[in-house]
Nanobody, 116 residues
Framework: QVRLVESGGGLVQAGGSLRLSCAAS????????MGWYRQAPGKQRELVAT???????NYADSVKGRFTIARDNAKNNVYLQMNNLKPEDTGVYYC??????????WGQGTQVTVSS
C-alpha cells in the first residue's frame, strides 16, 4: 500500500523556523503535483504551497516570502521550509501527491505549533 509520512513538525517560538518533509512508501508512478495543506483548529483545510513536476510553485498569500516548497523527484520527497513562523501558522500540516490518473495521496499530518 502507498503511504505518505510527514516529519519535522513540532513546537517553535514565533520568528523561528521548521522544515517539513514528506516521504512516500510503496509504489507511486508518474507523480505530477506535490503540495502542502494545513488545518487550524476550528477551521477548514487550506492550501499552503504546491509544486509541479517541472518545478513551478504556487503559495498562499499568507505564506509568500516566508515558506519555500521543494521536491526531490529521484526520492519522491517534498519539503516545506518555513521561516519567520507566526502563531497563525499553527495547525496540522498534510502533504499531498497527485499521480497518474489524477489519484490523490495524503499523509496523516504533522502538528506545527507556534507560540507567541
Amino acid at each position: 500500500q502507498v503511504r505518505l509520512v510527514e516529519s519535522g513538525g513540532g513546537l517553535v517560538q514565533a520568528g523561528g523556523s521548521l522544515r517539513l518533509s514528506c516521504a512516500a512508501s510503496g509504489r507511486i508512478v508518474s507523480i505530477t503535483d506535490m503540495g502542502w495543506y494545513r488545518q487550524a483548529p476550528g477551521k477548514q483545510r487550506e492550501l499552503v504551497a504546491t509544486i509541479t513536476s517541472g518545478g513551478s510553485t504556487n503559495y498562499a498569500d499568507s505564506v509568500k516570502g516566508r515558506f519555500t516548497i521543494a521536491r526531490d523527484n529521484a526520492k519522491n520527497n517534498v519539503y516545506l521550509q518555513m521561516n519567520n513562523l507566526k502563531p497563525e501558522d499553527t495547525g496540522v500540516y498534510y502533504c499531498n501527491y497527485v499521480a497518474a490518473g489524477r489519484f490523490n495521496y495524503w499523509g496523516q499530518g504533522t502538528q506545527v505549533t507556534v507560540s507567541s
